[in-house]
């Protein structure tokens, strides 16, 4: 059974930081890339940073580019978010997801949401101004 669980989300003032986790059982880790999105009230699910299944690869979503730094420690299972420069509009909950295959940063990007196979459950995390 494949679970993938976040943490680190929390509340922090405008500019400030935070460190999502997301530590995943049940499947070969490595032989996933690996995405974080996430989803406002009243807002569609989106992308933000997406990582090929050997971490040698990134990709960005303009939105976060220049503050979220996404990376993998595949010998302990383990997705990290750095997100630095927090703006009010990152409020959000933030889903770790593993693609179907271990696929390039920016194909993980283009496939879309539904060649990610398995969702954490979220960690919120609030930005106030």
């Known amino acids: 059974q494949v679970q993938l669980v976040e943490s680190g989300g929390g509340l922090v003032q405008a500019g400030g930081s935070l460190r999502l986790s997301c530590t995943a059982s049940g499947l070969t880790f490595e032989d996933h890339a690996m995405g974080w999105f996430r989803q406002a009230p009243v807002k569609e699910r989106e992308g933000g940073a997406w990582?090929?299944?050997?971490?040698?690869?990134?990709y960005y979503a303009d939105s976060v580019k220049g503050r979220f730094t996404i990376s993998r420690d595949n010998a302990g299972n383990t997705l990290v978010l750095q997100m630095d420069s927090l703006k009010p509009e990152d409020t959000a909950m933030y889903y770790c997801?593993?693609?179907?295959?271990?696929?390039?940063?920016?194909?993980?990007?283009?496939?879309?949401?539904?060649?990610?196979?398995?969702w954490g459950q979220g960690t919120q995390v609030t930005v106030s101004s």
């Open positions: 990582i090929s299944g050997s971490g040698g690869v990134t």
């Open positions: 997801a593993a693609h179907r295959y271990n696929v390039d940063a920016y194909y993980a990007c283009r496939t879309g949401i539904a060649s990610f196979g398995y």
